[in-house]
């Protein structure tokens, strides 16, 4: 069982940036591919971004491509998603999420999610 505690949320201008941690414990950390994940209020949880088990691969959705970046750091189990040029439509609860096992980047979710964090974007 992964356990996933995200943090770094908070209120930044628009054009500001953010970084997200995602602390996991309980499982082999360096086995996962990662995902971040948004719900922003009355919308559904959308993909953000991936990467794989190994760390060689990332996906993007189209709308934060260029302006985001996931990484992976195996020997503190954490992942981040770096934030730039942030705009107010980014604001949302963001979460992690872990996949199964050797997986690989892509835009399905994974059966561990974190408690989410609240990013907000003032304009």
């Known amino acids: 069982q992964v356990q996933l505690v995200e943090s770094g949320g908070g209120l930044v201008q628009a054009g500001g940036s953010l970084r997200l941690s995602c602390a996991a414990s309980g499982g082999t950390f360096s086995y996962y591919a990662m995902g971040w994940f948004r719900q922003a209020p009355g919308k559904e949880r959308e993909f953000v971004a991936a990467i794989s088990w190994s760390g060689a691969s990332t996906a993007y959705a189209d709308s934060v491509k260029g302006r985001f970046t996931i990484s992976k750091d195996n020997a503190k189990s954490t992942v981040n998603l770096q934030m730039n040029s942030l705009k107010p439509e980014d604001t949302a609860v963001y979460y992690c999420?872990?996949?199964?096992?050797?997986?690989?980047?892509?835009?399905?979710?994974?059966?561990?999610w974190g408690q989410g964090t609240q990013v907000t974007v003032s304009s």
């Open positions: 999420n872990a996949k199964q096992p050797f997986g690989a980047a892509t835009t399905a979710s994974g059966p561990y």
